[in-house]
């Protein structure tokens, strides 16, 4: 394990992993934190603290996840050996080096600068929305029984008040459709790279 900003990650130079087992640990702790991450976030929304989780967790997978991408193009029988600056990809006893060779990439292949920006725009925006509508709703008419928060034909978010037994005391009990709160994010955060690229390439001229 080798630690220090800004990174964090573990190796394990000359040992051989299957193809599959290696993604299976390759992507494990992304989707696992991720999913704690969330459920957390589904149980309080006010809990705004998993969302530097979320996203940290999430940035520091891109490359994981570039990796699997590039490995699900060998055969399943491949052995893979994870090295500091890269991977390394073998074969099986029995299996032809020539069918590795042929499934390997021509060239090097760099990971588009917009994909990591676009994706940690998406968890950024994704993990502020849900305590925003809430917020929005809690203080939009206090008075009211519950209150919506609509996109077209569509709810946000909802909430709904119960009066306690002092006066001025009561709970509040929300709900959020966090399925379409990511697909807004996702898209306000296309935009948002959308428009960084444009205004790059206008400086530049």
């Known amino acids: 394990m080798k630690g220090g900003m800004p990174y964090l990650y573990v190796t394990d130079p000359g040992r ?12 494990a702790p992304l989707v696992l934190m991720n999913l704690a991450a969330l ?4 149980l309080n929304p006010s ?8 996203v940290a967790n999430t940035s520091g997978a891109v490359g ?8 699900i193009r060998f055969p399943s029988w491949v052995q893979v050996e994870d090295r500091k600056l890269g991977f390394a990809v073998w074969r099986s006893p029995g299996r032809s080096a020539a069918e590795v ?3 390997a990439p021509r060239h090097r292949i760099a990971l588009p600068g917009w994909v990591s920006g676009w994706l940690l725009s998406t968890l950024a925006i994704f993990a502020i929305l849900p305590s925003a509508a809430i ?14 928060l609509w996109l077209g034909p569509l709810v946000l978010a909802s909430v709904r008040r119960r009066p306690g037994r002092l006066p001025g005391v009561g709970t509040v009990a929300g709900q959020i459709n966090l399925g379409l709160l990511f697909l807004l994010a996702a898209l306000f955060a296309g935009l948002l790279v959308l428009a960084w690229t444009l205004w790059r390439r ?4």
């Open 135 to 148: 917020t929005l709703l809690r203080r939009s008419n206090p008075n009211a029984e519950s209150s919506t």
């Open 47 to 54: 809990w705004s603290w998993t969302a530097p989780a979320l």
């Open 101 to 103: 060779l042929a499934r």
């Open 64 to 71: 994981d996840l570039w990796v699997a991408a590039l490995l």
């Open 16 to 27: 051989r992993f299957g193809r599959n087992r290696f993604l299976a640990i390759a992507l």
């Open 202 to 205: 206008w400086r530049r001229r």
């Open 39 to 42: 459920a957390l976030l589904v």
